[in-house]
């Protein structure tokens, strides 16, 4: 992890290096810096048809990058009822601004999210070698 990996302290983490901004009933989710460090030069994000149900912890969409193919799981179940259509033609957006133009879909929400992680809890995790990353 660098010096530099930013965790924002409005979000929510889950293990898989997915970030939740919760305004009840939508999750609007991204992946953190941290992955989009990880993956390198993001190339190409699969979609998910808006409209679509997901449930938590189904396989949401996938990212493809220089160097790997990236699963991106649902932190919420429910209807997804935006997608950042910019990323089809930039997803280098993922990589610039992963917490801002970079965010991947918005989900209305059954239920609030739950098993999140804080910001600390977040950091932790990823400062931890110990800790398995994908």
């Known amino acids: 992890m660098s010096p530099s990996?930013?965790?924002p302290r409005d979000l929510r983490y889950t293990k898989n290096d997915e970030w939740v901004r919760w305004n009840p009933p939508v999750a609007?989710?991204?992946i953190t810096d941290f992955a989009q460090s990880e993956l390198t030069d993001v190339v190409f994000v699969e979609l998910p048809a808006e409209g679509g149900s997901v449930k938590a912890g189904e396989r949401l969409l996938v990212l493809e990058s220089v160097k790997t193919v990236a699963d991106?799981?649902?932190?919420v179940s429910g209807r997804i009822s935006k997608v950042n259509?910019?990323?089809k033609g930039h997803p280098e957006l993922l990589n610039k601004d992963p917490y801002g133009q970079g965010w991947l879909v918005e989900i209305q929400a059954e239920n609030p999210p739950s098993d999140l992680l804080?910001?600390?809890e977040y950091l932790r995790k990823i400062s931890s070698p110990?800790?398995?990353h994908h």
């Open 28 to 30: 609007v989710v991204g």
């Open 130 to 132: 110990s800790e398995g």
């Open 118 to 120: 804080s910001p600390e």
């Open 72 to 75: 991106v799981y649902a932190p």
């Open 85 to 87: 259509q910019e990323l």
């Open 5 to 7: 990996t930013q965790v």
